[in-house]
């Protein structure tokens, strides 16, 4: 079993759809989580992170996190064709002195006009 | 906010040259870089950990002696494909760390060896 699960999707939507994305993790050892989003051969681009459990709100984008189901989400509202990308969760352990990031694997989303 | 400037974006190589891929801060200090290799509709996978001035720490499975790193300033790693082959294209990407959850992204280089 990996440590960090996510469905690569594609996941193709309305304009206008709430999108929903998840990952599950198994090592509870990871700390902070994050979402990033990534367009075609360029580097991800940090959209959110998370500390605790519960959400986190940020514009159309709202990032949930629940530490005892080892679960956390993003949200998208009124998604627009422009968030067509991938989207890759990625959480934290520390080793020693440094954070060490775990990725999904990304979903791709497809939001279609 | 922080910026990785990755070079070159595109590069192509016969087989068997080496080719250098360079990432540089331009407005903090990275002491530690981080070195990702991913696939076409592939998860980013971890090659390697850099720490400035000291030795890099490599993944299972990743050849040090193929996949060379470099990180000799606060604001500059290099990671160098030695002897590349045909299996060695991917895009590659570093990141730094700006935090405990930010990791800024260079904007990747695609390899292709030819």
């Known amino acids: 079993q990996k440590e960090v699960e996510q469905d690569p999707g594609p996941l193709s939507v309305p304009e206008g759809a709430i999108v929903s994305l998840n990952c599950t993790y198994s090592n509870s050892a990871f700390q902070y989580f994050m979402w990033y989003r990534q367009y075609s051969r360029k580097g991800p681009e940090l959209l959110m992170y998370?500390?605790?459990?519960g959400n986190k709100e940020d514009g159309r984008f709202t990032a949930q996190v629940d530490k005892s189901s080892k679960y956390i989400s993003l949200f998208i509202r009124d998604s627009q064709p422009s968030d067509s990308a991938t989207y890759l969760c990625a959480m934290t352990r520390r080793e020693g002195g440094s954070y060490i990031p775990t990725f999904g694997r990304g979903t791709s989303l497809i939001v279609h006009p | 906010g922080a910026v990785v400037s990755q070079h070159p974006s595109w590069v192509i190589c016969k087989s068997g040259t080496s080719v250098k891929i360079e990432c540089r801060s331009l407005d903090f200090q990275a002491t530690t870089m981080f070195w990702y290799r991913q696939f076409p509709k592939q998860s980013l996978m971890l090659m390697a950990t850099?720490?400035?001035?000291?030795?890099?720490?490599?993944e299972q499975g990743v050849e040090k002696d193929k996949f060379l790193i470099n990180h000799a300033s606060l604001t500059l790693s290099t990671l160098t494909v030695t002897s590349a082959h045909p299996e060695d294209s991917s895009f590659y990407i570093c990141?730094?760390?700006?935090?405990?959850?930010?990791?800024?992204f260079g904007s990747g280089t695609r390899l292709t060896v030819v």
């Open positions: 850099s720490n400035e001035g000291s030795k890099a720490t490599y």
């Open positions: 990141s730094a760390r700006t935090g405990y959850y930010g990791y800024t």
């Open positions: 998370t500390y605790s459990s």
